[in-house]
């Protein structure tokens, strides 16, 4: 049977703490008792984002001074299709003073669920999960010791996301930095990734693997870990990173960088119109630091990745010269 697509506004309202506002169906509702983001129905002549705002004005009683567009998701369900429009809400006018839930709750992203939650939302918890700033290694051009050292600070900082990217060590080498590494970011509760190498990643413990472009290309189903994400470059490698099932990509670069040299830069225009409508997170790269994060946001993207960006290099060299 064929089932009326139905479009759905969303909103993840956001707390500076990084928790997130769910609210628990009525009892005289469909799915009485499940826990969802609120929004509704897009009526005929509202795009999303305003069908968000009158929602929330509607159910909670706030007024959205600020949004941004996230995710897109599909899900169909025995009564209706239905596709998600899921936007970041960060600021708002109002206290909260609910009209249609019979409960609501602030949510932390590693703390405990609600349970149960309304099938096509599931997905946005892991989502919610991925940290918003990612740091890629360079340990064969700063060398290990002062990248471990960078790491260290940047822990110290709050980065809690690295894919291990080190195809310049050797096998020896880069097996004992992905030790320091996972050994590091479980003492802190982080997330690692190791670049293309599945066995690496398997052996020592890492939370997941990350597909370079043509790996990704030629996956026809996602590697099994926890986490997998992907480095892609145009719509149709998002699109594939998206069918398998991958949690994260990478778009870049954003702007023009030494790693890449002589490859063209997105913008931020061009990366906005490239992730529009993506059912997973992507992150911005490409000469891109802290400074950029709401730049990276507006344009929907969940957050940045950078090679240089996120590690203190000033320090670094310091620590070379001294090594010296």
């Known amino acids: 049977m064929t089932r009326k697509l139905v479009d759905v506004a969303a909103g993840v309202l956001l707390r500076p703490d990084g928790s997130y506002l769910l609210g628990q169906r009525a009892q005289d509702t469909v799915y009485a008792g499940y826990w969802e983001f609120p929004g509704g129905k897009v009526e005929p002549g509202e795009t999303p984002a305003q069908a968000l705002c009158r929602e929330l004005d509607e159910e909670l ?3 959205v001074t600020r949004l ?9 369900y025995e009564h209706a299709h239905v596709r998600l429009h899921f936007f970041e809400v960060t600021e708002w006018e109002g206290e909260l003073d609910d009209k249609v839930h019979s409960a609501l709750a602030w949510v932390q992203p590693d703390g405990p669920s609600r349970d149960p939650m309304l099938p096509a939302n599931g997905p946005i918890l892991k989502a919610l999960r991925l940290p918003r700033t990612m740091g890629i290694t360079q340990a064969a051009a700063l060398g290990i010791e002062a990248q471990l050292a960078a790491l260290d600070r940047a822990l110290a900082g709050g980065l809690r996301l690295v894919q291990v990217r080190e195809a310049g060590l050797d096998a020896a080498e880069r097996a004992r930095f992905t030790v320091e590494v996972v050994a590091r970011m479980r003492a802190h509760r982080g997330l690692v990734l190791v670049n293309g190498d599945l066995e690496l990643a398997a052996r020592l413990g890492a939370d997941g693997v990350h597909l370079p472009a043509k790996m990704l290309m030629s996956a026809q189903a996602r590697p099994q870990f926890e986490w997998v994400g992907a480095s892609c470059h145009t719509r149709a490698e998002l699109e594939h990173a998206a069918a398998l099932g991958l949690d994260y990509a990478l778009l870049g ?13 997105l913008g931020w225009e061009a990366f906005a119109r490239l992730v529009a409508g993506l059912p997973l997170p992507v992150l911005a790269l490409g000469g891109l630091s802290a400074d950029d994060m709401g730049a990276a946001r507006d344009a929907g993207a969940h957050g940045i990745a950078a090679i240089r960006g996120v590690w203190d290099l ?11």
């Not at 670069?253 to 830069?265: K, L």
């Not at 060299?317 to 010296?324: C, F, H, K």
Request: proline content about 14%.
């Open 68 to 76: 941004r567009p996230w995710l897109r998701r599909e899900h169909l």
């Open 253 to 265: 670069p954003v702007r023009p960088t030494s790693t890449h040299p002589g490859q063209p830069a």
């Open 314 to 324: 000033r320090a670094v060299r310091s620590s070379a010269t001294d090594e010296r």
């Open 61 to 63: 009683g706030i007024r």
